[in-house]
């Protein structure tokens, strides 16, 4: 839960800055220290510019939130050094950005809330991050700050890794990261392959997935509008995945994914596309480790928060998949509402027989009797179709 930012006691504050934001003190001095002008030390002055900035007049708090976020190094150091009010810290926070100094002294101070840690691990950049992720203490206090690093693009793979594999050993279990329970069993079956990799060559390569996926067209593209289109987009890029693992393209992506170590590759499901680049960099990649050889790297594939119902029907037709992905997708309530994905499975022979049965009550009597004909798939299933035929035609 985010912290509520509310303005602190009056009487909590230091007789200066109670004096000098308080309603009745003139409007040209309260400006003043919205505009960080006013003499005061620097603790003081964090105090005053949050005071302003969760006020009434909005004027005067767009102007300090704009202020906390602007102050000299030199200041900010002192000064989130020695506040201990979580509220402010969290301000300051929201105010500085990519300001990786003061935000590294922020994180350093023992008053900042775990919710404000955790929302800077889920934006921050990389030299942010690793002193996000150096505090094994705060992580284990506070879970979701491990989640947050794990699905931020900007953690390098090693720090994620690290930061999994202590949740692992202290027995959490992240609720926020679709396909822990694979990351866990790859994290405790890991073998002399997986320790080969050295983690700085890790990161380089994870870092160019990244940015290839990133820049796969020209420019950036808004998502698909129409459901027209994102079915179109998610068939261009299955296509695509497919000639790049039959050999049939050189596309050095799929080459660096597929070389990727199994931690990465599941990682790399998780994560989406970044904001304003085209969406079919993450769909690609997960169009390939969706037929990944490693049944843990394909299911968390399938599951990553990011699949489109439209890749789904794609996947549940494909019985080049593994069983566990077939069988994800048809326990998946979101997925199996649509009629298309229904029909895929049923005529997926990978599927499981009884979630196939289940379907085949929702089948136009077109489709079903086209089951009923159907060699591809186990011969109890075609039966249970004719039956099925029979019963309603005898009505």
Same mark, same amino acid.
């Given at each position: 839960?985010?912290?509520?930012?509310?303005?602190?006691?009056?009487?909590?504050?230091?007789?200066?800055?109670?004096?000098?934001?308080?309603?009745?003190?003139?409007?040209?001095?309260?400006?003043?220290?919205?505009? +960080?002008?006013?003499?005061?030390?620097?603790?003081? &002055?964090?105090?005053?510019?949050?005071? &302003?900035?969760? +006020?009434?007049?909005?004027?005067?708090?767009?102007?300090?939130?704009?202020?906390?976020?602007?102050?000299?190094?030199?200041?900010?150091?002192?000064?989130?050094?020695?506040?201990?009010?979580?509220?402010?810290?969290?301000?300051?926070?929201?105010? &500085?950005?990519?300001?990786?100094?003061?935000?590294?002294?922020?994180?350093?101070?023992?008053?900042? @809330?775990?919710?404000?840690?955790?929302?800077?691990?889920?934006?921050?950049?990389?030299?942010?991050?690793?002193?996000?992720?150096?505090?094994?203490?705060?992580?284990?206090?506070?879970?979701?700050?491990?989640? @947050?690093?794990?699905?931020?693009?900007?953690?390098?793979?090693?720090?994620?890794?690290?930061?999994?594999?202590?949740?692992?050993?202290?027995? &959490?279990? =992240?609720?926020?990261?679709?396909?822990?329970?694979?990351?866990?069993?790859?994290?405790?079956?890991?073998?002399?392959?997986?320790?080969?990799?050295?983690?700085?060559?890790?990161?380089?390569?994870?870092?160019?997935?990244?940015?290839? =996926?990133?820049?796969?067209?020209?420019?950036?593209?808004?998502?698909?509008?129409?459901?027209?289109?994102?079915?179109?987009?998610?068939?261009?890029?299955?296509?695509?995945?497919?000639?790049?693992?039959?050999?049939?393209?050189?596309?050095?992506?799929?080459?660096?994914?597929?070389?990727?170590?199994?931690?990465?590759?599941?990682?790399?499901?998780?994560?989406?596309?970044?904001?304003?680049?085209?969406?079919?960099?993450?769909?690609?990649?997960?169009?390939?480790?969706?037929?990944?050889?490693?049944?843990?790297?394909?299911?968390?594939?399938?599951?990553?928060?990011?699949?489109?119902?439209?890749?789904?029907?794609?996947?549940?037709?494909?019985?080049?998949?593994?069983?566990?992905?077939?069988?994800?997708?048809?326990?998946?309530?979101?997925?199996?509402?649509?009629?298309?994905?229904?029909?895929?499975?049923?005529?997926?022979?990978?599927?499981?027989?009884?979630?196939?049965?289940?379907?085949?009550?929702?089948?136009?009597?077109?489709? =079903?009797?086209?089951?009923?004909?159907?060699?591809?798939?186990?011969?109890?299933?075609?039966?249970?179709?004719?039956?099925?035929?029979?019963?309603?035609?005898?009505?």
């Amino acid at each position: 839960m985010s912290l509520e930012l509310i303005p602190l006691d009056e009487g909590a504050l230091p007789p200066a800055v109670r004096k000098a934001v308080s309603p009745s003190a003139p409007l040209p001095l309260r400006t003043s220290i919205a505009r +960080g002008l006013a003499p005061l030390p620097p603790a003081d &002055l964090a105090l005053a510019l949050y005071q &302003l900035a969760v +006020g009434d007049d909005p004027a005067l708090a767009e102007t300090a939130r704009r202020t906390a976020g602007e102050l000299p190094d030199p200041v900010l150091a002192t000064a989130l050094g020695s506040v201990h009010e979580p509220r402010v810290l969290d301000l300051f926070a929201s105010a &500085l950005g990519d300001r990786a100094k003061p935000l590294q002294t922020l994180l350093l101070n023992a008053h900042t @809330a775990d919710t404000t840690v955790e929302r800077l691990a889920a934006a921050a950049g990389e030299a942010t991050l690793e002193v996000i992720a150096q505090n094994e203490q705060r992580l284990l206090r506070h879970p979701p700050i491990i989640t @947050a690093l794990y699905l931020n693009r900007r953690t390098r793979m090693s720090t994620a890794t690290r930061a999994l594999e202590l949740a692992v050993r202290n027995g &959490l279990r =992240l609720e926020g990261i679709a396909s822990f329970d694979e990351i866990k069993a790859a994290i405790e079956s890991e073998g002399e392959a997986e320790r080969a990799f050295d983690p700085v060559a890790t990161d380089a390569a994870f870092a160019r997935v990244l940015a290839s =996926l990133d820049t796969a067209t020209a420019a950036p593209q808004p998502p698909p509008a129409t459901d027209e289109e994102q079915a179109q987009v998610a068939a261009e890029v299955d296509a695509a995945a497919d000639r790049s693992l039959a050999g049939q393209s050189q596309d050095d992506k799929a080459v660096q994914i597929s070389r990727l170590p199994i931690g990465a590759k599941i990682r790399l499901a998780m994560l989406g596309s970044a904001p304003g680049v085209d969406i079919r960099g993450a769909a690609f990649a997960r169009a390939v480790l969706v037929r990944d050889s490693n049944k843990m790297v394909a299911l968390a594939a399938i599951r990553s928060p990011s699949v489109t119902e439209h890749e789904a029907e794609l996947y549940a037709g494909n019985r080049g998949l593994c069983e566990e992905v077939i069988r994800y997708i048809a326990g998946n309530r979101m997925f199996v509402r649509r009629y298309s994905i229904k029909l895929s499975l049923v005529n997926n022979p990978k599927c499981p027989l009884q979630s196939a049965m289940g379907f085949l009550a929702h089948l136009t009597p077109k489709d =079903l009797r086209a089951v009923a004909r159907s060699k591809g798939i186990p011969s109890a299933l075609s039966k249970a179709a004719k039956g099925l035929i029979e019963k309603r035609e005898s009505r």
